[in-house]
């Protein structure tokens, strides 16, 4: 699944990133994250011995922080966009495919960064102000607006 990721983010026009997965870290040790099932809740140790990297705005209060997970929560159980990248890429190679936003912008299926962003937007943080569509975003992306 990994390299599915990586090969949409590059038709994307992310390249090949490296960072292939999102997800939001919420308090007592879990996490929520997009799965193949739906978007679950799990337990941080999840990743306990996988390469990692934890990046957070260091401008959020802690309130915004709890909104934040607040409003990833309220996405527990929505279905995995597999067909998202489709339509990311689509919109990259600017294809003239009808409703291609409103698929794209959709929170009724979400990959792992599309569920991350959103969950900020819902508590009121904007992470992307570059005219993005809502929704096109990848983890790669994500990385580069938070990691560094």
């Known amino acids: 699944m990994s390299r599915l990721i990586r090969f949409g983010q590059w038709l994307n026009g992310d390249g090949f990133s490296e960072h292939g997965h999102a997800f939001l870290v919420l308090p007592d040790g879990e996490l929520i ?17 996988a390469h990692v990297i934890y990046v957070c705005p ?15 929560l309220r996405y527990v159980g929505v279905p ?12 990259r190679i600017h294809l003239p495919v009808p409703g291609l ?3 794209i912008a959709s929170s009724r299926q979400q990959i792992c960064s599309q569920l991350v962003d959103q ?7 904007e992470l992307f102000t570059d005219g993005r ?5 990848t983890p790669g992306a ?4 938070l990691g560094v």
């Open 33 to 49: 994250e997009a799965q193949p099932s739906g978007a679950a809740v799990c337990s941080l140790t999840r990743y306990g011995r």
């Open 58 to 72: 260091s401008d959020l209060t802690a309130e915004q922080r709890l909104e934040i997970c607040a409003a990833a």
């Open 80 to 91: 995995y966009g597999f067909l998202d990248y489709a339509a990311i890429a689509a919109h």
């Open 101 to 103: 936003r409103r698929c």
């Open 119 to 125: 969950a900020y937007k819902d508590a009121g943080v």
């Open 133 to 137: 569509w809502a929704g096109y975003v």
């Open 142 to 145: 994500l990385y580069r607006r």
